[in-house]
Every structure is written in C-alpha cells, then in structure tokens.
T-cell receptor, first 112, second 113 residues
Framework: EDQVTQSPEALRLQEGESSSLNCSYTVSGLRGLFWYRQDPGKGPEFLFTLYSAGEEKEKERLKATLTKKESFLHITAPKPEDSATYLCAVQALYNQGGKLIFGQGTELSVKP | DTAVSQTPKYLVTQMGNDKSIKCEQNLGHDTMYWYKQDSKKFLKIMFSYNNKELIINETVPNRFSPKSPDKAHLNLHINSLELGDSAVYFC????????????FGAGTRLSVL
C-alpha cells in the first residue's frame, strides 16, 4: 500500500536555527514527490516537485532533496514567516486521475 | 484573481441536512479534485474529475455526490449530514501537462452539529 510518513510532527526553531524535515514514502513506482506549505485557515500552497532520486530543488531558504525512500526539506536560517505546516505527498506512477497521497505534515514554528 | 475558489468558506449545519459546496477554477485546468482534511490535518482524496468525467471515487459514502457541469467547476453535494462529516474540504485543480501540480482552494470548514 502506498504510504507517506512525515517527521517530526512538530518542530520549534529559533530564528536562524537551520533544520530538516523528513518525508519517508513507500509507493509502487514514483511519478513525483510534492512539497506543499499550508498556513492556518488556508489551502496548501505548492513549493516543489521532485521526480527522481538525487534531484534537488531550492527556493529562498528552502531546499528539497529526494532519495529512493525519502525526501528532506532543509530550512536554512529560518525566519518567523516560515512558520507553517509543511506537507509531503507522492503520486504513484500508475495511479489514475493524479491522486496525491499525503503525509500528516510537520508543523513548523520559528520564534524570533 | 483567485485561481481556485470555493464557496462557502464556513458551513455550519445540523445533522441530517443536505448541503453543497461549490468550486471554480480559472486556470484552464482539465482535472479537478475534492480532498477532505480531518482534525489532525491529514489530507485525503475523495474524488477526481477529468473533463467532467469521474476518474477517482475513493470509497466515499454515497451520501457524497460530486457534480461537474463543465471543466471549470466541480461541486460537492452532501446528503444526510453526519457528525463525522465535520472537516475542512478542499478543492484542487491540475493540468495534464506532465507536471501534474495541484493548486488548492482556501477550503470550506464544515461543522455538523
């Protein structure tokens, strides 16, 4: 069964304190791994897609990496505005209709 | 301009009532989705439509009936609401351009009393 597990569930950082969020997945052939950011009361906002092991994507203080079993979202020198829930999702190669399977998210809090 | 818009944003109703949530996208996408997010923020797909055709029906009770009048709209009608239906419902859309990036609406928070 296709599955996504994120850790930790919650992460508290001081401003400037770099860290990483983990997304472990099992899928019957990976079409893509997606990272989203979700702010309270809002819908998920797309950040990155990774398609193959070894691929990396960067955006401002965020960098996503992918292996055959997991993905990391590295946050460098975070700011309070980076506080949000970060969601990881996979799309299987053979699934119909573009279904995304989500993890439970990591709630990030960055204190000034 | 809002890319994916849902109405209403909040919906409070009594058990047993019937309610609808509307979704519209102006991105020109051909695939639309409904997801349910529970109290633990776990997002799970319910339905997927491509060009008005149902593609995914993810073991959702038949009290939930999606309707897609055209490619830009996907509505969700819920009959005989139950307490367990309380959640946030998100609409999303994507293009079959190989990237399959899904863009989400702001969500509809449904509370069944």
């Amino acid at each position: 069964e296709d599955q996504v597990t994120q850790s930790p569930e919650a992460l508290r950082l001081q401003e400037g304190e770099s860290s990483s969020l983990n997304c472990s997945y099992t899928v019957s052939g990976l079409r893509g791994l997606f990272w989203y950011r979700q702010d309270p009361g809002k819908g998920p906002e797309f950040l990155f897609t990774l398609y193959s092991a070894g691929e990396e994507k960067e955006k401002e203080r965020l960098k996503a990496t992918l292996t055959k079993k997991e993905s990391f979202l590295h946050i460098t020198a975070p700011k309070p505005e980076d506080s949000a829930t970060y969601l990881c999702a996979v799309q299987a190669l053979y699934n119909q209709g573009g279904k995304l399977i989500f993890g439970q998210g990591t709630e990030l809090s960055v204190k000034p | 301009d809002t890319a994916v818009s849902q109405t209403p944003k909040y919906l409070v109703t009594q058990m047993g009532n019937d309610k609808s949530i509307k979704c519209e996208q102006n991105l020109g996408h051909d695939t639309m989705y409904w997801y349910k997010q529970d109290s633990k923020k776990f997002l799970k797909i319910m339905f997927s439509y491509n060009n008005k055709e149902l593609i995914i029906n993810e073991t959702v009770p038949n009290r939930f009936s999606p309707k897609s009048p055209d490619k830009a709209h996907l509505n969700l009608h819920i009959n005989s609401l139950e307490l367990g239906d309380s959640a946030v419902y998100f609409c999303a859309s994507s293009s079959r351009d190989g990237k399959d990036i899904q863009y989400f609406g702001a969500g509809t928070r449904l509370s069944v009393l």
